[in-house]
């Protein structure tokens, strides 16, 4: 299963329609940050945009500290959530090393599903579904 | 679908807010039409625009955050350039900040007791003292707002003044997120009134998706026609500058103050030239997969050795024009030093600009002097136009100051108001004859953008009052309509009024969108109602000699022709008038 890669974050343009997208078709939210996605300024707007993103861990530090079995470890990297299973303890937050896990006010948390539903609402082709060995081969081709 | 909206109130003095739930989405939209809603509620008319409690109002409308590109916040505000009401339009991220935190608008009142930055979202409001601010400029004010607020960092848009707007100048504008402006018409000189050095807008909360497929489809849609087609292309390859060589092709771009409408210098200024040397990237508005910010850099070295700084600015046909043409500035790099001069204190580049190039011109005349003006002026030297940004923006001397009031107000104590090119405000870049210049100085907010009078007389010049009037009359509710929806004008023609009935169908505003053309014109009368309860008089607008003089691509101005235009068109707008009995 490919993960969700951010590629040519180096292109983006601050639109958020990734972010925006998640929120919208996965998370059935209007939102910035209720996404497995979001997209920040990388110091203030005149220096581009960076992608807070699962980088599909395998084995993925999230899903060792889950105290409920929410989170399991996804084929190919990434993980699953079962939402009826967490408690929002939070502790997959703390956990990720890249920050890329949002819980939000009522304690429900945000993570990359790697489902790729935002590639399409990308303007410019920064976001991929590729496998990792894959990569290196799609940017030589660009 | 709930109807009412929700606006945040904030009194600066007490330092204290409050939600109120108010009607009206039926009936006025949101955007233009709520922010006029709201001065009927909350704004003084019998009061200056200085008054404390004159209200600064942000609104957004009912389809922000649901769809693309609709992306823009209405600032609305009694003007310090003519102490009447009026609006400012901008983008960035302030439109999806105020959606996600979770109101239709925010109503500022009162004046903070020193100066301030204001921060809010879902579940916060504080106002914190700003003293050490005093003075800064617009970059270093959002460096320190970005380190005194770090919450919700890249999901918070944050909106600040230079010192254009601390000493009340009438051309400051109000710097929204680095790249975007409320620009015209001094709203930065009212945060500067109420003590309020900048604002962090915390987009920190979500709302529901509206149920259904219809919504999904639709925004799927709308996306493509946006991105896979060549609708808005215009817009993110050159971008407007595009735009100069083709109105200097027509003699239709003024140059030298408006002394002339084309000129071979354009081969350093066109949209071209700043695509190939300057453009540094692309931005966007959040929300916009558009993207139609062009940054373009340049640098400096500063040692002898190769020691460099580098600056972005945002450029596009106005500010070019302004900084450019109007100065008789041909280079490209060197029309950004001088944006990013205007942009450091605050100033609107497009009034600045414009006042400059009148200030020139004065020189030339000899009605100025460097007493006056404290560094020589002339037409394309750009050095001295830096020095003079700074000088405007601080009001570094009695002349500056009152040069910042408007260019007219300095004409009458200097002389040279027959060449101030000014049409309700500074002009903005269009002498393509008398069409324009009527719609430009009776048009709402004196904007090119109230109707599109520029590219009807480009594709149209008959002479026909009657049909004329018609046109203006006719094209303003849909802009209107456009606005109070907060939809880039860019988009207009992705969001036709069809395509408006859909999206609000599908998010739930189904009696709105039912009646959206009664609406459209509910609002522009609403607008204009409150407009001339504050003051405006078609009748006092007067058109300096220079707008009479200029040759256009249509040959000499037809002064008779211009002058039963502006009568008739004036006096249609005064109908809108409320009958003196009638309250507001």
Known sequence: MKPLTTPRMDRCIGCHSCSLACARLVHKKLSWATSGIRIHSAGGLSTGFISVVCLGCDPAPCVQVCPTGAFRQRKGGGVVVRKSDCISCGACVTACPVGAIYQDGGGEVYVCLHCGRCVEFCPHGCLELTQRADLQRSLDHE | ?????????????????????????NDVAGGSGLAALLFLRY?????????????IILAIGPLTGHFPLMSKTVCAFVSPYHDQYTESHAGGRLALALFFAGYDALVLLGRAKTLSCLSLGSQHLSLRDAGFMEGMNVAGTGKLIRRMFPKSSGHRSIIRIGPAGEIGSAMACINVDSYRHFGRLGGGAVFGVKNLKGLVVCGDAQRPVPPGKEYAGLFKEVHRQVCSTDMMRKYYHLGTAA????????????????????????????????????????????????????????????????RYLYHQVPYDYEPIFAAGTMLGVTDCFDVLRILEDFERVGLDAMSAGVALAWATEATQRGLLSEKQTIVRLSFGDAGAYQQAAHHLGLGSNEFYRLLGGGTRKAAAEYGGDDFACVLGQEMAGYATGPLFFTAQSLGFRHSHLDTGAYSREQQDPAKDVTTAVDFLLADEPYRALLTSMTACLFARSVYQSEQLVKCLDSVGYRELAASIEPVAERIRALRWQVRIATGFCAEEITIPKRFYDVTTWQGPVDGEYFDRLREAYGRRIMEFALPEAAPL
């Open chain 2, 1 to 25: 679908m709930n109807e009412r909206f929700k606006v945040f109130v904030v009194d600066l003095e007490a330092a204290q807010g409050r939600v109120e739930t108010i009607d009206g989405r």
């Open chain 2, 43 to 55: 704004g003084r008319p019998e009061q200056p625009w200085d008054h404390p409690e004159q209200p």
């Open chain 2, 243 to 306: 735009n100069l060589r083709g109105l200097n092709d027509i003699q239709a771009l003024p140059w030298n103050n408006l002394q002339k409408t084309a000129d071979p210098g354009i081969e350093g200024v066109t949209g071209e030239i700043f695509a190939d040397r300057t453009l540094l990237r692309n931005g966007a508005c959040s929300g916009c997969p558009v993207g139609c910010i062009h940054l373009g850099f340049f640098r400096d070295r500063f040692k002898e050795d190769a």
